[in-house]
């Protein structure tokens, strides 16, 4: 009787082992799913400035928006990239990943809005 309690009280162990190693790597692959976006966002951003100081002096003292065509261009970015990879991670049942992503997108999607309305009231 105590050698079965004892084998029991052990494959309870690695049970409990195996379903905490699962929480951390379903942690791991939520956090790089929101690093996801944020990445891609700040990369967009990074174009955008690029661009910005390309453009000739002239041209920026019109009143064309070029600020405000990369505020949307993150918008537009995470759209052509977020849906379909999110399919992709549903298909390949990566739910947790998918999970990550979805809130990292909504996380850079409120972002974006808050500087579109920051910028609409500046002029």
Same mark, same amino acid.
Do not use: D
């Given at each position: 009787?105590?050698?079965? *309690?004892? $084998?029991?009280?052990?494959?309870?162990?690695?049970?409990?082992?195996?379903?905490?190693?699962?929480?951390?790597?379903?942690?791991?692959? /939520? *956090? *790089?799913?929101?690093?996801?976006?944020?990445? /891609?966002?700040?990369?967009?951003?990074?174009?955008?400035?690029?661009?910005? $100081?390309?453009?000739?002096?002239?041209?920026?003292?019109?009143?064309?928006?070029?600020?405000? $065509?990369?505020?949307?261009?993150?918008?537009?970015?995470?759209?052509?990239?977020?849906?379909?990879?999110?399919? $992709?991670?549903?298909?390949?049942?990566?739910?947790?990943?998918?999970?990550?992503?979805?809130?990292?997108?909504?996380?850079?999607?409120?972002?974006?809005?808050?500087?579109?309305?920051?910028?609409?009231?500046?002029?």
């Amino acid at each position: 009787m105590a050698t079965n *309690l004892k $084998y029991n009280f052990v494959e309870l162990e690695e049970s409990s082992k195996k379903h905490c190693m699962f929480q951390l790597n379903e942690l791991k692959e /939520v *956090l *790089l799913g929101i690093a996801i976006p944020i990445i /891609v966002a700040a990369n967009v951003c990074a174009i955008g400035v690029i661009a910005i $100081y390309k453009i000739p002096y002239s041209l920026l003292q019109t009143n064309f928006p070029f600020i405000g $065509y990369f505020i949307f261009a993150i918008g537009i970015a995470q759209l052509i990239y977020i849906i379909p990879f999110t399919m $992709y991670l549903a298909r390949e049942q990566r739910f947790a990943l998918m999970k990550g992503t979805i809130v990292g997108a909504i996380i850079v999607g409120l972002l974006n809005l808050a500087f579109i309305v920051y910028v609409s009231q500046l002029s």
